[in-house]
């Protein structure tokens, strides 16, 4: 039995949601097999034979799968994971798209988001919303799933030794094409990887009033996230974005400021290890969940809370 | 050009759903239903596109007990043309789903396929996918804007570092992101019209699609609860409680 984890990774990094996608390959058994499919992705193949418990490196390295199209991945990837018991990979945006195209050419269910593994076919994962947990069982012969990174612990970087080995197999459907792409540059840290996030909701008013965030965020280290209202005001780009329809974050503290704490924000956050909430409305939600509340105007207490650290 | 547009009928995204006390699933005895909010979005789409004169005809579809009938006389009501009903149980997989869509897809022939992101019932994100993978389309996933030219889509995707567009082949698969559209109300006369408008029912046998899984629900349970927390007085007790108490910082 082995099984084939999908490496998530921009042809140059391999990206931190990979490291948790192994842990959970080690929690089901057997040998992991990590695929890199990309464009001049040696370097990621590199790191990707460093990871901890990884047996072998697939390396598919072709133009067809440079910005890696489902059209032309998910193909590769059913053929391959024809001979595995389990196909892994992140539910990060690359990983919602692929697989599920795997799973209906390998004509089977996929799992998606699971947060915990009972056995090698039984799993758990959050559904409406994360307002019920299902317990879900597989009799797939492979079985297709996609892996909540903030429900692992992330494998170790290093310590690996695995061999790599090139793949000659192309398959390029030829009925989509790469434009372009735009993405939002931050040196902050990444929002689903940060130990700290500091998140602001409509109570913000506009997007220039995030600096007081970015401002406290940069004291704390922390990585800033946004509700969808927010967003849909146009305050900040929907990549911050944290909840049900966005990013999942579980860091170690995440301070909601301006955020009522409506389901499908509290989808995307509830499991912080401590919550904070600032927000002048007494009866807001969030206050529910929250470790420690502060009824205040965040106007005084978000530049008082930054001084005081 | 023919655009379709599927539908699926689930609790109201404003109730606080319950968990069955055998562990069986989700009480949805008495609880308000309504279109996916994801599948406003692609009605809405599949809608501005007839509006452009883009699109000839806007066909919906759903899968589900006819009680869904609902969602697609609302479907009407907002601006497409007729309706498809596959009338089986509400509970099926994407895969099933897919399967029974593909099958409809084959018999209208639409040039595109608007499907919402995820169902905010199953959370599965994976029914479009797989259509497109059935019908061997390319597919637009996470769509924050639509652009036909020709013969090809082009389509803006959410992803996580920001955006990303891609050119498709028609016929093709788009999923909605919420930041697509902002979904119409239906007025009143409309809702009046949509109830004249043709609404054909087909069953998964007459499609020949079977709906075997390979998922089995083995028991659905509430979260853990969160232990209430308690309320500052002030910044200073609050850092205070952080660094000491928490931990944190």
């Known amino acids: 039995m082995a099984i084939l984890v999908i490496a998530e990774h921009n042809n140059a990094a391999l990206a931190a949601a990979t490291l948790n996608t192994v842990t959970a390959a080690q929690q089901i058994g057997g040998d992991i097999h990590l695929l890199v499919a990309g464009h001049g992705a040696g370097a990621v193949a590199e790191a990707a034979a460093q990871v901890a418990g990884v047996a072998k490196v697939l390396l598919a390295d072709n133009a067809a799968y440079a910005h890696q199209l489902p059209e032309n991945v998910a193909p590769l990837v059913a053929e391959l994971g024809k001979g595995y018991s389990h196909i892994l990979a992140a539910a990060t945006s690359n990983g919602k798209n692929i697989l599920p195209r795997v799973a209906a050419q390998l004509d089977v269910d996929q799992i998606s988001e699971i947060i915990a593994v009972e056995s090698a076919d039984t799993f758990k994962r959050p559904i409406y919303a994360g307002n019920a947990i299902a317990t879900v069982q597989s009799s797939a012969a492979v079985k297709v799933i996609t892996v909540r990174s903030t429900g692992f612990d992330a494998a170790a970087a290093e310590g690996g030794n695995a061999a790599i080995e090139a793949l000659s197999l192309v398959t390029d459907s030829g009925r989509s094409a790469f434009v372009s792409e735009a993405l939002a540059k931050s040196d902050r840290p990444e929002l689903t990887a940060a130990k700290i996030v500091v998140s602001g909701g409509r109570g913000m008013q506009n997007g220039d009033n995030f600096k007081h965030l970015y401002a406290l965020a940069d004291k704390l280290g922390a990585g800033v996230g946004a509700s969808r209202a927010a967003v849909d005001a146009g305050f900040v780009p929907n990549d911050m974005q944290v909840g049900q329809t966005g990013k999942i974050v579980a860091p170690q503290l995440y301070i909601a400021v301006g955020i009522s704490g409506a389901i499908q924000h509290l989808a995307g956050m509830k499991d912080s290890k401590v919550i904070v909430a600032i927000n002048k409305d007494e009866e807001a939600p969030i206050f529910q969940v929250a470790d420690y509340g502060l009824v205040a105007d965040l106007f005084e207490a978000v530049p008082e809370l930054e001084r005081a650290i | ?249």
């Open chain 2, 1 to 249: 050009m023919k655009v379709m547009a599927a539908v699926k009928r689930v609790v109201d995204y404003n109730v606080k759903v319950r968990v069955k006390a055998d562990g069986s699933g989700v009480d949805l005895s008495n609880v308000k239903m309504a279109m996916n909010p994801f599948c406003e979005i692609a009605v809405e789409e599949a809608v501005r596109l007839k509006e452009q004169g883009v699109a000839s005809e806007v066909v919906v579809v759903t899968v589900g007990s006819s009680s869904a009938q609902e969602q697609l006389r609302t479907a009407l009501a907002l601006g497409a043309d007729r309706a498809i009903l596959v009338e089986a149980a509400d509970d099926l997989g994407s895969l099933a789903i897919a399967k029974l869509l593909k099958a409809v897809v084959d018999k209208e022939q639409p040039q595109l396929v608007i499907l919402g992101k995820q169902a905010i019932d199953s959370d599965n994100n994976q029914t479009g996918q797989m259509l497109a993978a059935l019908s061997g389309y390319g597919q637009g996933t996470f769509a924050s804007n639509v652009e036909i030219r020709d013969d090809s889509v082009t389509v803006t995707r959410e992803v996580d570092g920001g955006a990303q567009t891609v050119s498709l082949k028609l016929p093709a698969i788009v999923t909605t992101d919420l930041r697509l559209n902002e979904p119409r109300y239906a007025s009143l006369p409309n809702i009046m019209k949509a109830k004249k408008k043709p609404l054909e029912t087909v069953t998964p046998h007459a499609l020949g699609v079977s709906l075997v899984s390979t998922n089995k629900t083995v028991k659905v349970e509430a979260p853990a609860a969160r232990s209430a927390g308690i309320k500052v007085k002030s910044v200073a007790e609050l850092v205070e409680k952080l660094k000491n108490e928490a931990k944190v910082i």
